[in-house]
């Protein structure tokens, strides 16, 4: 039995720690920008969008750190479109996030056409066990825990932003934003200047999923690098009840449930590979399910989001 | 639509705004087809050429009407799935999963049943598709309704769930072992797919696609069941005033619009692809959000904008084959059209009359207050 389980946990866990990060960054990206009281569904786009950007930039440069930089530059310039369009008046967040989704990845597409064949320079990845001066019998945990250099940067940003959120000036003007628009304008401050602002960092953010989708492991640019991700990180948010620390133990779960697919086959399990891949979507419903009340704020929900209410 | 009590102007004020209606997307996509010409040529793509080829591919010759109008087709089924819904209060997005199972329930029919070979047969195959369809999209207004999930969210969470289903089943046990390099499931029998209008290559469905439009616009803007769905979409206040069954009326036009994409599947199955493959997922869904927002959630107005975007896609193999362009290159004039067309809303309602009024003012020089207290230094 253990013959088979070891793998198989091994390959769940490598999955979670490696799919987990660009849900990670996403979500709290996603987070940032639903903090100060708009919602962003565009995300989606921006993250194939900046996927497609990290896998140029660091094949243009030769250096994958150019290309995380690249990515959150395309990432925070998709997102403050949207910032901008939703300060229009009767423009609505909603339908700007659904345009942009089509708009990223259109864009995606078509500029990275060149890149489906090259390869490029990857990120190097972070030896847990050696960092940690242990060592596992097993190979394959040890391949398991090679984890993407960007996670230990997304941990400690999902902290950063829970000590900005409670204890900066910076974080209380983005919750202040987000929870009353009206209150905000009395103190003297501008509530789309905030928001555009929140919208564009957390686009820079999510477009840091989108390096970690191309540059690390399996790592290569292709038209199905990201089918919902972006989505279902925003589902997350709901989930992780617009808190940044439990947005990692939600992006962990779901790189978990994404890993079960490959996880059985390569055990020799290959039967309903299809299906598996639908469990972190039919997952996330359930879980929206049993967090959402009918006519009930979610709590912890910033009092101005619409698809909350 | 005018306020009422606004007196002798009334028709004058309503006559503007309509014209402004209808103006506004039309600049919309006037300043998209500029802007993604600006695109290519920043790729050293000629845009006067793209332009040409662009209404060239789409409406340049009869070959290109008939794949425009074959384009149009689901298009139109697509768009409804997102207009009904709207005209109730939701955005629902994932007409994609409920095309993609329509088409897997016309393909299972077969598996199921015999069929009579001749047009009771595609009504059964087609009714099949608008079923499963209409369930798909009445579960996720169903999940906002009961327990507050986000529609939008939830309508694309089961539009990937529907596609792994499908290919599932398609790969699987519903396979033509016939089908080595493509999985498909059997084909469906000859006498029953849906052949060209009077021997051209435009299909039954386009017809089909036009009387659903117009037959829900009029159901819609002149029944007491339409008239309803828009109160609760317009005002769900109002409507729980008058005690309308909100819930009930939400789920209906979910049905109906799903039920639409999923007939939209079952009519690409039976009058194009003959059998159930990874072909059907060809984003019709993604791009029927498009269109009815340009629409406006009008069905009657979708059938316009549904040829058009269908004349885009049909010219899109040309741009591709003539000028080298990526086959995305469509995407991205949907996804710039798309965020002028929710940009131009920010202009609907300008009082011009006023805004000239102030532009000018403000080029005037500026008057000194007499009494100010600023000194000349």
Redesign the interface.
Known sequence: MSDILLPFLAAILGGALRVGVPFLFVSLGECLTEKSGRIN?GLEGVLVLSAMAAFGGSFLTGSPWMGVVVAAATGAALAL?HGL?CS?????D???G???M??????A??LG?PLIQPQAAQLPPLDVLHMMGARSSSALFQSALQVNPLLPVGLLLAVAMYWAFGRTRWGLLVRLAGDSASATKALGYSVNGIRIAATAAGGAIAGLGGASLTLFYPGSWNEGIS??QG??A??LV?FARWSPLRCVGAALLFGGAGAIGPALQSIGIS??Y??F??VP??L??VI??IS?????VAEGSPGELS?AR | MGRPGAGPRFAEVTMHKNVVDALLPIGALIGALLLFGLFVWLGGVSPVETWALLFKGAFGDWFSWQNTLTRAAPLMLTALCVALPARAGL?I?GGEGALVLGGLAAAAVPYLMPLPGNIVGTFIVCVAGFAIGGAWIALAGA?R??????E???S???A??AI??F??LV??PMRDPATLNKPSTRALAETIQIGGIFGSDVHWGFVIGVVACLALGVWLALTARGFSVRVVGGNPRTAQLVGLPASGLILLACALGGGCAGLAGAIEVAAVHTNANASLIAGYG?AG??VS?IARHSPVAIIPVAILFGGFGAAGSLLQRRLG?????V??????A??L???S??L??VDWKAAGERFRRSMQPKEVPLNSTVKPT
Not at chain 2, 145 to 150: A, D, F, L, M
Not at chain 2, 331 to 336: E, F, K, P, S
């Open positions: 569904l479109l369009l229009l008046p009767r423009v609505n909603v339908a700007t659904i345009a942009l089509l708009l990223g990845t259109g864009l597409f078509y056409k089918s919902g989505l279902i925003v589902a709901i039967s309903g299809n299906l891949s639908a979507y039919v996330t419903l929206l399910v959402c009340r009918p006519g009930k698809s | 955005v997005i999940l309704q009961y327990r507050g999930v986000n939008t969210i939830s694309l969470l089961l990937y769930t792994a289903i290919k599932q790969e699987g993604y959000i498009l927002f362009l990526p086959d995305a290159s995407q991205v004039l949907q996804g710039i798309f965020v067309i929710l940009a809303e920010a609907r309602g």
